[in-house]
């Protein structure tokens, strides 16, 4: 149950400051996502001691996990403009360079910490047996799906990332999905739509089917039989997708050493290519 669902679930057992602050969060979680709670008090007119106890009224632990549920409605369902004002308040006096750093620095922390390995392990498997890989990732998941695509077809003999020329475009790239196969898709939010739904049908068509995204909750994990997470964040108009970069680092370099035979014979001939034809410059700059 997400905040705003919790909110209406117990709202007529709130008191009055709590109704006050209740409605401040709806109206402005864009804003209250990123305050402390003594801060989220004097912007809602109510004291610090109501904001914490309205956390443990909505059943949370404690603040902090409070301010976690209003981080996802931020990912999930503000505007980009939302996210720029939010981020223009936030760094008034603090400088973003260091602070987006350590962030990122945290959402790869919490990567490493709740990351299944045996999901992790069960994705290298698939892949590495499968007939041919479809990728799929659209907006701000688009260069991860074009990553991925650009080192598995390196390592491997079919690997199309599917290209987003419409809706009934992507569906028809990948109609001839078999149960031999494998679909990777990406999607951070704000979640791609296109996306859930082509795994959708990839999965009612019998392939194999892996999400690469931020959170249980995400709309991918319902229709993939594999759910790598790595944890994202908002960065005002820029999505935070360092954690998801590591991991597909991973995956791309855990499949090369279960077929190091081949990617060797692969990269002999690769390296041939690239010293006849001069592709790496081998002057000292």
Request: aromatic share 8%.
């Given at each position: 149950?997400?905040?705003?669902?919790?909110?209406?679930?117990?709202?007529?057992?709130?008191?009055?400051?709590?109704?006050?602050?209740?409605?401040?969060?709806?109206?402005?979680?864009?804003?209250?996502?990123?305050?402390?709670?003594?801060?989220?008090?004097?912007?809602?007119?109510?004291?610090?001691?109501?904001?914490?106890?309205?956390?443990?009224?909505?059943?949370?632990?404690?603040?902090?996990?409070?301010?976690?549920?209003?981080?996802?409605?931020?990912?999930?369902?503000?505007?980009?403009?939302?996210?720029?004002?939010?981020?223009?308040?936030?760094?008034?006096?603090?400088?973003?360079?260091?602070?987006?750093?350590?962030?990122?620095?945290?959402?790869?922390?919490?990567?490493?910490?709740?990351?299944?390995?045996?999901?992790?392990?069960?994705?290298?498997?698939?892949?590495?047996?499968?007939?041919?890989?479809?990728?799929?990732?659209?907006?701000?998941?688009?260069?991860?799906?074009?990553?991925?695509?650009?080192?598995?077809?390196?390592?491997?003999?079919?690997?199309?990332?599917?290209?987003?020329?419409?809706?009934?475009?992507?569906?028809?790239?990948?109609?001839?999905?078999?149960?031999?196969d494998v679909f990777i898709g990406i999607s951070f939010p704000r979640y791609s739509r296109v996306t859930a739904q082509v795994a959708q049908f990839a999965s009612r068509e019998g392939a194999t089917t892996i999400a690469i995204t931020?959170?249980?909750?995400?709309?991918?994990?319902?229709?993939?039989?594999?759910?790598?997470?790595?944890?994202?964040?908002?960065?005002?108009?820029?999505?935070?997708?360092?954690?998801?970069?590591?991991?597909?680092?991973?995956?791309?370099?855990?499949?090369?050493?279960?077929?190091?035979?081949?990617?060797?014979?692969?990269?002999?001939?690769?390296?041939?290519?690239?010293?006849?034809?001069?592709?790496?410059?081998?002057?000292?700059?």
């Amino acid at each position: 149950m997400d905040l705003i669902e919790r909110i209406k679930q117990k709202e007529a057992s709130f008191s009055k400051g709590q109704k006050k602050l209740a409605k401040y969060i709806l109206e402005n979680y864009d804003k209250a996502a990123f305050l402390t709670a003594s801060k989220l008090g004097k912007e809602a007119g109510v004291s610090e001691s109501t904001v914490v106890r309205f956390a443990y009224v909505l059943d949370y632990d404690g603040y902090p996990q409070l301010q976690k549920a209003m981080n996802v409605i931020v990912k999930t369902q503000s505007s980009s403009i939302q996210r720029l004002n939010a981020a223009a308040k936030r760094y008034e006096t603090l400088s973003p360079l260091k602070d987006i750093l350590k962030t990122d620095m945290n959402r790869i922390k919490d990567t490493v910490n709740e990351i299944d390995e045996k999901e992790f392990e069960k994705a290298v498997e698939s892949i590495v047996n499968a007939r041919k890989v479809y990728i799929v990732g659209s907006r701000s998941s688009g260069f991860l799906a074009e990553f991925l695509g650009y080192y598995l077809k390196m390592i491997l003999d079919d690997v199309h990332v599917v290209e987003f020329t419409g809706e009934v475009g992507v569906f028809e790239q990948i109609h001839r999905i078999t149960p031999e196969d494998v679909f990777i898709g990406i999607s951070f939010p704000r979640y791609s739509r296109v996306t859930a739904q082509v795994a959708q049908f990839a999965s009612r068509e019998g392939a194999t089917t892996i999400a690469i995204t931020d959170s249980m909750q995400s709309p991918m994990t319902s229709r993939s039989k594999i759910n790598l997470i790595a944890k994202s964040d908002v960065m005002a108009v820029v999505d935070s997708l360092t954690a998801p970069l590591s991991v597909i680092n991973a995956l791309a370099v855990a499949i090369s050493i279960r077929k190091q035979d081949e990617v060797t014979k692969r990269f002999q001939i690769l390296e041939t290519m690239w010293r006849d034809y001069d592709i790496y410059d081998k002057k000292l700059l």
